[in-house]
DNA sequence: TGCGAAGCCAAACGAGTCAT
DNA sequence: ATGACTCGTTTGGCTTCGCA
């Protein structure tokens, strides 16, 4: 079974606690070494060629030890140079070396290796294996301004070969240029998914939560003009029933609410007609099934792969297919036209299928020429914008599972999903385009709040760069950060602010920016003091600042950027699923969508994560809510939204719990604690939105259910010490499940739960009623906060 | 009478099963 | 082997109830 890979980096300010002859290895960054604490290491430089390096142990230090000063040398280190080393696995490190003038050190590309000998034929002969499986950081395609690497011969070999380079390589890159080049309607990005990658995240032991996740990176990374969603192949999908759900958004609004055929264009210009089902009774969701199989077949869809789906056409979609699962260098490298393609793809398929297929699709292109001679509009790119974004949001889908498997699943979710959080950090450092490091001095993250581009990188570039560029942020969230010229010099200015508020930047952590040449830069945190990566950096939301950067004369506009994707609210209520986007832990920028509803037309400021709606409740009442343990908040937010809100609290007044949003780690901690005080008798909860606000009701699993209660409404006590509280558990007969809905407001309320706080319930005195469930509460962020109350001008 | 909370139906969708 | 259909869970939203 494949496995998943971990890229985690550390940096290095040489010399810093090490000597030229030795390199300690923070003491934060052990645990990614597999527990390797002796052994040769393989730092790949960017010159391409590897050194040789024995890791050695001392007390409880790790050190690049002999060898390392062969390194040094070969690439000239120099006392305040930078080196960022990644993690590959196996004590291979890719190693990036940055000189004192923040640019990446010109001599280190072209530099070689001075060992030699036996033990490096050996090492490397060990290593090979996972080396040539692997990418360089500088193997990406070559897009724009790009640093000369004459001597990265692996990576011009690369692209040498892959000149002819089919859309699926480009779309591996990060390049938007290079997308352009192939397809001039697309302009879009895409995460680089290498096909080093062993990654098996998904349906092959990948739980949904992992999926989605992936699946909503993908979407966010990903941009068109066309409507678009985003699928990760599981297993049902290329085996077992091969089918493909499409999301029901995107079913509802551009698929016929029948049975229908739709051609399937991968983007070598081959084509499949597959059947669209709808599936439900009302006939608005829709199944791919019929002929899909076939296309998965044609283009070597594996479990993990990625699928994006664009919209081009009426009854057509062309497919972007990421390798993620087995690779094939054909595959990956586009070298095949699509006529090799077909002829190979078909020499392993059934003779059946292959005469079906073709035929379908022969007779599915006629219909798509009708349809165009029907005078089928192209579609209207401003509207297919924000339907892309739509789409792209509803990508994400609820996961459900049941029982002990999913919780299961859903903790190996949460450890794999920490783990792809390194790999996304790999990846988004893996690119080949110039980038410059920073360390924050006070000035950067106070007082003026600007930082400095170095000189010689703004030299290289600076003619290119408007007055705002963007930063993206390892989170996938971008800030609009103002550049301004001074003389020579460019600083980050107006938006800086932000951005280190944000990201709780404080002096002497350490950034680099990766520029990639669209006015974008993505940017690497590090932890000035273990100088390993900044975990919650990848984590962060943007906040609804109270106030903008005074120096800011402008907002950024909404859908400026055409590299976000925007979970629109508007898609609440008639149109989509709101708790999709505001549950979604992973959502990437905030909604400032404006909201217009069918209903009503209510001003309500939107809340970010920590935020929610507490209706009046019965404890409540009669009491001031100023005096609900305290004191009133007025938000001075500064964006206001036509929102509608179709949950029916409106008018409710909302509150916020003040405290900041939980990070992945805190959640998956939590999750882990919850899970062990676990027994057998209980269950366990982790709260969602709609658990601790809006709906107020929380299911409780079937098979629980099935075990402890009666299949009627019944009361449950819930206990938490000794105190109590009443709720209601309500038994839905037809569906054969239930879950507590009055009272449990105010077991919410009083206990102040909040999103993804765990809860686990243990019975006691089984057998006797009411229940009595025994509480106990893992909380996400520690110390209970009182909900404050929002001015309801401002919502 | 108005509004918020409670109650509950049904849509949506992932994923598995079953018929062909 | 294939593809249509069904099931289980989550969640949106409508209706009813009760209080001020």
């Not at 930078?82 to 696995?89: A, S, Y």
């Not at 980050?492 to 669209?518: A, P, Q, R, T």
């Not at 909604?591 to 509803?597: K, N, V």
């Not at 001003?603 to 409540?620: D, F, H």
Request: glycine share 8%; proline share 4%.
């Amino acid at each position: 079974m494949l496995k998943l890979r971990r890229r985690p980096h550390f940096v290095n300010v040489f010399p810093s606690t090490s000597s030229v002859n030795r390199l300690k290895i923070p003491v934060g960054f052990n645990r990614n070494l597999e527990g390797r604490t002796t052994g040769s290491v393989l730092l790949r430089g960017p010159s391409g060629y590897s050194w040789v390096v024995e890791l050695v142990r001392k007390d409880d230090d790790l050190f690049f030890d002999e060898g390392w000063a062969d390194f040094v040398r070969d690439h000239s280190v120099e006392c305040g140079d930078f080196l960022v080393f990644r993690h590959d696995g196996d004590l291979v490190f890719d190693v990036k070396v940055f000189d004192q003038s923040s640019c990446e050190k010109e001599a280190a590309f072209h530099c070689k290796c001075s060992q030699g000998g036996s033990e490096y034929d050996r090492i490397v002969g060990q290593k090979r294996g996972r080396e040539d499986e692997g990418v360089s950081l500088d193997q990406d395609c070559e897009g724009l301004v790009k640093r000369t690497r004459e001597s990265s011969s692996e990576f011009d070999r690369d692209v040498g070969d892959k000149e002819h380079c089919g859309y699926e390589l480009l779309l591996a890159t990060k390049t938007c240029r290079g997308l352009a080049s192939c397809d001039e309607n697309h302009e879009g990005t895409i995460l680089k998914k290498t096909g080093t990658q062993d990654l098996n995240l998904h349906g092959g032991g990948c739980t949904p939560m992992v999926a989605e996740f992936e699946e909503k990176k993908v979407a966010q990374s990903f941009n068109s003009s066309f409507p678009f969603f985003v699928r990760i192949m599981k297993r049902f999908n290329v085996s077992g029933s091969y089918t493909l759900n499409i999301p029901y958004q995107f079913a509802m609004e551009h698929l016929p609410k029948c049975k229908t055929e739709i051609v399937l264009r991968n983007l070598k210009g081959a084509c499949w007609t597959v059947n669209s089902v709808p599936t439900t009774r009302v006939h608005t969701s829709h199944t791919l099934c019929g002929g899909w199989l076939g296309f998965v077949r044609s283009n070597e869809i594996k479990v993990g792969d990625i699928c994006i789906f664009e919209f081009v056409r009426k009854f057509e979609l062309r497919v972007h297919i990421l390798r993620v699962g087995g690779e094939d260098p054909d595959r990956q490298s586009g070298k095949a036209g699509s006529n090799v393609l077909i002829n190979r793809s078909d020499a392993t398929l059934p003779k059946k299928f292959v005469k079906k297929s073709s035929k379908v699709h022969s007779k599915s292109m006629k219909k798509v020429q009708m349809c165009d001679n029907k005078g089928f509009k192209m579609l209207d790119k401003k509207k297919y914008g924000n339907a892309a974004k739509k789409s792209a949001s509803v990508a994400l889908c609820s996961l459900s599972r049941s029982g002990n498997e999913k919780q299961e699943a859903a903790i190996g979710g949460l450890r794999m999903m920490l783990a792809l959080d390194e790999e996304k950090a790999a990846q988004s450092f893996a690119s080949g385009f110039p980038s410059f490091v920073r360390i924050m001095r006070k000035f950067n993250v106070g007082g003026s709040y600007t930082l400095e581009v170095p000189e010689k990188f703004a030299k290289n570039i600076k003619q290119k760069l408007p007055a705002t560029v963007t930063l993206k942020g390892p989170s996938g969230i971008i800030w609009d950060v103002g550049l301004k010229a001074d003389g020579n010099t460019l600083f980050f200015d107006c938006g800086w602010k932000i951005f280190v508020e944000d990201h709780s930047l404080v002096e002497n952590d350490l950034l680099i920016f990766k520029y990639n040449g669209m006015s974008h830069f993505d940017v690497l945190m590090f932890d000035g003091r273990s100088l390993c990566e900044k975990a919650a950096s990848y984590f962060v939301r943007k906040c609804e600042h109270t106030e903008y950067d005074s120096r800011c004369q402008t907002k950024r506009k909404m859908n400026e950027t055409p590299v976000e994707i925007v979970h629109n609210s508007s898609h609440c209520g008639l149109e989509s699923s709101p708790e999709k986007s505001i549950n979604n832990d992973i959502e990437t920028r905030p909604s400032r969508q404006p909201i217009t509803s069918a209903a009503t037309n209510k001003k309500m400021r939107i809340m970010g994560s920590s935020t929610r709606s507490v209706p009046a409740r019965k404890s409540l009442r009669g009491k001031d809510l100023t005096t609900f343990a305290a004191e009133v908040k007025v938000e001075t937010g500064d964006l206001e939204f036509d929102q509608t809100s179709m949950d029916g609290d409106v008018f409710s007044p909302r509150y916020t719990t003040g405290k900041r949003p939980a990070t992945q780690v805190e959640k998956a901690n939590v999750f882990l604690m919850a899970q062990e005080a676990l027994t057998r008798e209980g269950f366990m909860v982790v709260m969602k939105p709609t658990h601790v606000a809006r709906r107020f009701y929380m299911a409780i699993p079937t098979a629980w259910v099935a075990k402890h209660l009666s299949k009627q409404n019944e009361d449950v006590i819930l206990r938490i010490n000794k105190q109590t509280w009443k709720a209601r558990f309500y038994y839905h007969r037809n569906r054969d499940c239930g879950g507590l809905s009055g009272g449990w407001r105010n077991f919410v309320n009083d206990n102040n739960l909040d999103e993804d706080d765990a809860c686990v319930f243990e019975p006691a005195d089984v057998g006797n009623k009411p229940m009595i469930l025994d509480v106990s509460i893992f909380r996400v962020l520690q110390a209970p906060v009182p909900l404050t109350q929002v001015h309801p001008a401002l919502y």
